[in-house]
T-cell receptor, first 115, second 109 residues
Framework: DSGVTQTPKHLITATGQRVTLRCSPRSGDLSVYWYQQSLDQGLQFLIQYYNGEERAKGNILERFSAQQFPDLHSELNLSSLELGDSALYFC??????????????FGEGSRLTVL | LAKTTQPISMDSYEGQEVNITCSHNNIATNDYITWYQQFPSQGPRFIIQGYKTKVTNEVASLFIPADRKSSTLSLPRVSLSDTAVYYCLVGDLNTPLVFGKGTRLSVIA
């Protein structure tokens, strides 16, 4: 158990819909990262927050947005969903501001299926 | 951002030592080398990290030559439970970790 909690574990929805994925980082960790893993693309970095502020942005679509709240939990909002958005979405946390060193602790992921 | 190249897949028998080599020819001075392990439908798990020479922990060893253009993850005496995807990552303090496709290790009884 990494200490990172993600909900929901599974989500099935239709194209055009909007969903919110939630992540609670390990106690004390200020950084939250979101990653998307699909079969053909591997593990893609989406976005990082540190103590409520956006720190780095990766391959995140404009239809996707995220935020980190004062209690440090984070939410990833996916809107106007397309079939290609079906993937495992992982949240990771670390105590560090930067992700290049140190260890990232990953949650078990939220599996999104868009029909 | 340093690009990494590692084998797509490897097979090994139980009890053998497995070495997975990663190439990162354009590694920068501030870059560290990190390896993660991922089981199906689970999040990646940190294995080991190093900057140069050799690093060893209870799970694996990481060998980094002087030019740092490659690194080798060594797993001693693998078991069936070591079947997983292994990712080599290179990054500095300012760059979130970028995962490639990894190496799919299959351990055979």
């Amino acid at each position: 158990d990494s200490g990172v909690t993600q909900t929901p574990k599974h989500l099935i929805t239709a194209t055009g819909q909007r969903v919110t994925l939630r992540c609670s980082p390990r106690s004390g960790d200020l950084s939250v990262y979101w990653y998307q893993q699909s079969l053909d693309q591997g593990l893609q970095f989406l976005i990082q927050y540190y103590n409520g502020e956006e720190r780095a942005k990766g391959n995140i679509l404009e239809r996707f947005s995220a935020q980190q709240f004062p209690d440090l939990h984070s939410e990833l909002n996916l809107s106007s969903l397309e079939l290609g958005d079906s993937a495992l979405y992982f949240c990771a946390s670390s105590p560090l501001d930067r992700g290049g060193t140190g260890e990232l602790f990953f949650g078990e992921g939220s599996r999104l299926t868009v029909l | 951002l340093a690009k990494t190249t590692q084998p797509i897949s490897m097979d090994s028998y139980e009890g053998q030592e497995v070495n997975i080599t990663c190439s990162h020819n354009n590694i920068a001075t501030n870059d560290y080398i990190t390896w993660y392990q991922q089981f199906p439908s689970q999040g990646p798990r940190f294995i080991i990290q190093g900057y140069k020479t050799k690093v060893t922990n209870e799970v694996a060893s990481l060998f980094i030559p002087a030019d740092r253009k490659s690194s080798t993850l060594s797993l001693p005496r693998v078991s069936l439970s070591d079947t997983a995807v292994y990712y080599c990552l290179v990054g500095d303090l300012n760059t979130p970790l970028v995962f490639g496709k990894g190496t799919r290790l299959s351990v055979i009884a």
